[in-house]
């Protein structure tokens, strides 16, 4: 029930990848794993961009090596593929990031296999936006990956990005699976879930002291550079299970790159007479987080042919920045006042790169002061520690507000969501088929509809294909 698993947090920026070995106690008593953090060329942030060139003998460049590239007229430059790959309608912009994501998932398997990871023999979860076009995108982005090397008998299950988010804030990454004299083993919250954590606080508030009541309602908000994703989860100390009730999520296309990063790059090009078509991935996210941050950015560059140095970064600059940053925000705490307007939280997590950018970050916090909902602290940047290709999110040198949706997509609490329920059995019997008839034009399914998260069918067993 608790197999390995391989966890893809898709980000329009960067991608992030996490693994998590088996997790199943040897008979009656407690499973420990850590999710962990790949470090692919040695960093936990790969960039999701894609450069295609006229070098044949490498047409295209990911990652690293893309994001340090400087492009010029005769490469193709692919930033926020991720976008038109989830486009409502097939047009020549989502065929066009279809194939970038069929070459992308083939140069991320390879380094996954120079990591020493084998993905025929665990499963791999990737992370949606909760979307109303959620199973669409699911299926679409399975297929990719079906091309590129994921195909039998890897399981390839879905998970809402905000589901994944919230669970890898509370956990850290800690998975704990117990197991009793019935031999059903389960997730063990309690020990998954720190001593600081609201929902212990809570719990042991409840159960020791009577100093809280049987719910716990927390929000996360995920702010992303493609969407921000809102999820609301409601834990209920009297039911069994530990008390997981009910989750309300959704994702909206409100980003950085698209609110904030676009429109705030476009002033600075009109104000200086630049352009950053000639600058690196790399470039421009140095020279964005320095101002984001508030700080002053010199930017070698050229203006008509000619080196220049410009300081980025006056007042005005900070003005125009914080006008966008205002309307930005006003979205977003549009649609948290929405969401929580029947089922109030009392403990706010911001989350996602979004999130680090100042002037987001203390509009939201001043909103949700003014709302008299708590903002609870997540941990940021770390050290760097050791040499290992994988690594708890702490010893990876960055935030936790990045790596919290890959960690949690490798949750067994996922897993065991997803499991089917098993008839109680006495003595051995003959099973019939999950598929009996099979509909003309359907095949059967790898996960034969034992995995409700399945992004192929669903739990069903088959799906529409040659």
């Known amino acids: 029930m608790f197999d390995a698993t391989l966890s893809i947090d898709l980000g329009a920026s960067y991608t992030k990848v996490a693994y998590r070995p088996?997790?199943?106690?040897?008979?009656?008593?407690?499973?420990t794993q850590e999710s962990k953090v790949l470090m692919i060329?040695?960093?936990?942030?790969?960039?999701?961009?894609?450069?295609?060139?006229?070098?044949?003998?490498?047409?295209?460049?990911?990652?690293?090596?893309?994001?340090?590239?400087?492009?010029?007229?005769?490469?193709?430059?692919?930033?926020?593929?991720?976008?038109?790959?989830?486009?409502?309608?097939?047009?020549q912009d989502s065929a066009a990031a279809s194939i970038i994501a069929h070459r992308f998932f083939e140069w991320l398997r390879a380094k996954l296999q120079s990591l020493g990871i084998d993905i025929k023999k665990c499963q791999t979860r990737i992370a949606m936006p909760a979307f109303d076009t959620f199973d669409q995108n699911a299926f679409l982005v399975a297929h990719c990956l079906d091309l590129s090397g994921w195909d039998d008998p890897t399981l390839i299950l879905k998970v809402r990005e905000p589901h994944a988010n919230i669970l890898g804030l509370l956990s850290l990454g800690k998975n704990v699976v117990m197991q009793g004299a019935s031999g059903i083993p389960n997730p063990h919250y309690s020990k998954m879930f720190g001593l600081e954590n609201p929902y212990i606080k809570a719990a042991r508030g409840f159960t020791l002291y009577g100093s809280h009541g049987n719910l716990l309602t927390v929000m996360?908000?995920?702010?992303?550079?493609?969407?921000?994703?809102l999820a609301l989860l409601t834990f209920d100390f009297t039911e069994p299970a530990d008390g997981l009730r009910a989750i309300k999520q959704e994702s909206q296309p409100l980003g950085i790159i698209?609110?904030?990063?676009?429109?705030?790059?476009?002033?600075?090009?009109?104000?200086?007479?630049?352009?950053?078509?000639?600058?690196?991935?790399?470039e421009r996210e140095e020279c964005k987080m320095s101002l984001y941050q508030g700080r002053p950015f010199p930017l070698q560059t050229f203006i008509n042919g000619t080196p220049t140095t410009l300081e980025l970064g006056d007042e005005k600059d900070g003005a125009q920045m914080d006008a966008i940053a205002d309307?930005?925000?006003?979205?977003?705490?549009?649609r948290i006042q929405k969401m929580a307007s029947e089922t109030r939280p009392s403990h706010v997590f911001l989350t996602g790169g979004g999130n680090l950018v100042k002037p987001i970050a203390d509009r939201l916090k001043a909103f949700l002061e003014r709302e008299h909902i708590r903002v609870v602290h997540v941990d940021g940047a770390t050290e760097t520690v050791g040499s290992d290709d994988q690594r708890p999110w702490n010893q990876t040198g960055e935030?936790?507000?990045?790596?919290?949706?890959?960690?949690?997509?490798?949750?067994?609490?996922?897993?065991?969501?997803?499991?089917?329920?098993?008839?109680e059995r006495h003595g051995l019997r003959q099973q019939p088929p999950i598929v009996i008839e099979q509909p003309a034009g359907y095949r059967t399914c790898r996960c034969q509809g034992g995995n409700k998260d399945c992004c192929f069918c669903g739990g069903r067993g088959s799906y529409p294909g040659a």
């Open 22 to 31: 088996s997790c199943v106690p040897n008979g009656i008593g407690t499973a």
């Open 41 to 91: 060329d040695n960093s936990p942030l790969v960039p999701s961009l894609a450069i295609r060139t006229r070098n044949a003998a490498q047409q295209w460049v990911f990652g690293r090596d893309a994001a340090a590239m400087k492009p010029n007229a005769e490469m193709q430059v692919f930033q926020n593929w991720k976008a038109d790959l989830f486009r409502p309608t097939n047009d």
């Open 327 to 334: 309307r930005f925000t006003s979205g977003v705490c549009e």
């Open 399 to 423: 935030n936790l507000q990045r790596l919290a949706t890959t960690i949690g997509g490798a949750s067994v609490i996922l897993q065991e969501a997803a499991a089917p329920v098993q008839p």
């Open 258 to 282: 698209n609110q904030m990063d676009r429109p705030f790059f476009s002033e600075l090009e009109k104000r200086y007479g630049f352009s950053w078509a000639g600058h690196s991935f790399f």
């Open 220 to 229: 996360a908000v995920d702010i992303g550079a493609f969407t921000t994703d």
